[in-house]
């Protein structure tokens, strides 16, 4: 998920740094999502339900 969007670092920092890239890419997406969830037509164009939506927008960013 995070390939590429980082930059070559000790091996020691990778994983933690490529953790915290992650869960604020997770973070981005969700805010984006509860945004989603007021406009019926886009998520009707997407085959989604606000109920699907709001529910993936709630959890923790840590969690997938």
């Given at each position: 998920m995070a390939?590429?969007?980082l930059p070559e670092t000790p091996p020691?920092?990778?994983a933690p740094l490529r953790t915290v890239v992650i869960w604020s890419m997770r973070r981005?997406?969700?805010?984006?999502?509860?945004e989603l969830?007021?406009?019926?037509?886009?998520?009707s164009d997407i085959g989604l339900s606000r109920e699907q939506v709001l529910r993936e927008?709630?959890?923790?960013f840590w969690r997938r």
């Amino acid at each position: 998920m995070a390939e590429g969007i980082l930059p070559e670092t000790p091996p020691f920092f990778a994983a933690p740094l490529r953790t915290v890239v992650i869960w604020s890419m997770r973070r981005a997406l969700r805010r984006g999502l509860r945004e989603l969830a007021q406009e019926p037509r886009r998520l009707s164009d997407i085959g989604l339900s606000r109920e699907q939506v709001l529910r993936e927008a709630a959890k923790p960013f840590w969690r997938r």
